[in-house]
């Protein structure tokens, strides 16, 4: 993560044409975009697509960011706005067709793993539901693949570096008491 006053300058250089400014930018926060993104548990392909749509959007609006020192912040707005147009979107549309023939029988898993797996995943989004919406803020963005940096968890959420720590080890010690709870701990023994 860079500090305010060198993306200020990145953007303003990247503003004026210079690549390498722009490649600073992207490889500054293209981690926290992620991040973002996956918190919406959206499959890779439509985390990838709200990440390049956000730069997209940044492309097009980068002459006209007035204090560029609130970029992460643009940036975390965007790709949450992208994220929940494809949400939306997907709702609307019908699967495919696929065809399922040739999968071989043998190669599945047992009948039950997808059922225990989607009861344990549905006990730990309530219990993650049950906590304080900055908790589920940082919880969301720090289960990202791959994991943001604190200072890109920083700038998204604003909570100083420091804190990051100890706010996510009493975020997680909320959420374990509350999943013990709901048999959330049981169901991960079965699988």
Do not use: H, K
């Amino acid at each position: 993560m860079i500090d305010d006053a060198t993306t200020a300058r990145l953007v303003s250089a990247a503003a004026a044409g210079d690549e390498a400014a722009w490649d600073a930018l992207v490889d500054a926060y293209t981690g926290m975009l992620w991040a973002i993104a996956r918190s919406f548990r959206l499959d890779q392909a439509d985390a990838g697509d709200a990440v390049q749509t956000t730069w997209l959007r940044l492309v097009e609006n980068l002459d006209r960011i007035e204090d560029p020192r609130r970029l992460p912040g643009w940036l975390a707005t965007t790709v949450r706005r992208e994220c929940l147009r494809i949400l939306r979107r997907g709702g609307r549309e019908a699967p495919g067709g696929e065809d399922w023939s040739d999968v071989l029988v043998a190669d599945t898993p047992p009948v039950d793993a997808a059922l225990l797996a989607d009861e344990r995943d549905a006990a730990l989004w309530r219990a993650l539901q049950a906590l304080g919406e900055r908790c589920q803020q940082l919880l969301r963005v720090l289960m990202a693949t791959p994991p943001p940096s604190y200072a890109a968890v920083s700038a998204a959420l604003g909570i100083p570096v420091g804190s990051i720590g100890p706010s996510r080890g009493r975020c997680l010690d909320q959420l374990r008491r509350i999943a013990a709870g709901d048999d959330l701990l049981d169901l991960q023994e079965r699988l």
